[in-house]
């Protein structure tokens, strides 16, 4: 959407005063995007502030996608003395909102007209193997011990992820499959699922 458009359409809902409030904000988010769908190499990108992106050419991100502020994305291809292959394919019409984090050391998949809440994570991999009888686990920091991968993470077309959620490695979700708030998706969820929980489990087919 054109800036001077984005502009008429605040002040249409907010009046003048607050557009002159935010003229500086919506100037910054346009030029951003400009540079984001550019970088991406696909239309509409709006990516707000604070936002962290690693392993840009291992990221595809389809047309009109928005993440709010502190978006954290990447695709982590070396860690410690291991390189990795990682991949981030996410569809068209994507929305997350605040304090996303994505990061992939394998594969995770997003398909089209996806709506991700406030405060969601989304890994294909853990620090370490879980366990104690994992040898790095008992004498080594967690950020030292080497990333290993479960499986990767897919998520169907017209999923809903609450706010608070993680999804965890090796998780498939169907689509059309509702993910409730604060939940901890640790096995795969069926399409037009409702799971909630920690972890989580089906409340609704």
Request: charged content about 20%; some cysteine; hydrophobic content about 45%.
């Amino acid at each position: 959407m054109g800036i001077y458009k984005r502009l008429r359409g605040f002040s249409a809902e907010n009046g003048a005063l607050m557009t002159l409030i935010r003229a500086k904000e919506i100037f910054a988010e346009s030029l951003r995007s400009a540079i984001y769908s550019k970088v991406f190499a696909s239309d509409n990108i709006s990516i707000g502030r604070k936002s962290k992106i690693r392993g840009v050419k291992f990221i595809s991100l389809g047309r009109n996608f928005r993440a709010g502020d502190d978006f954290w994305i990447e695709a982590i291809s070396a860690y410690g003395r291991i390189i990795y292959n990682p991949q981030i394919v996410i569809g068209s019409n994507v929305i997350f909102m605040n304090r996303v984090h994505i990061a992939a050391i394998n594969n995770i998949e997003i398909a089209d007209d996806v709506l991700i809440g406030s405060n969601v994570l989304i890994t294909d991999h853990f620090h370490g193997k879980p366990g104690f009888d994992e040898p790095q686990a008992k004498d080594t920091h967690p950020a030292l011990r080497d990333l290993n991968s479960h499986g990767r993470v897919t998520i169907g077309e017209r999923v809903w992820i609450g706010d608070g959620v993680c999804i965890m490695p090796g998780v498939s979700i169907g689509v059309g499959a509702v993910i409730g708030a604060n939940a901890v998706v640790t096995k795969s969820v069926e399409s037009g699922a409702v799971v909630a929980g920690n972890p989580a489990r089906v409340v609704s087919r």
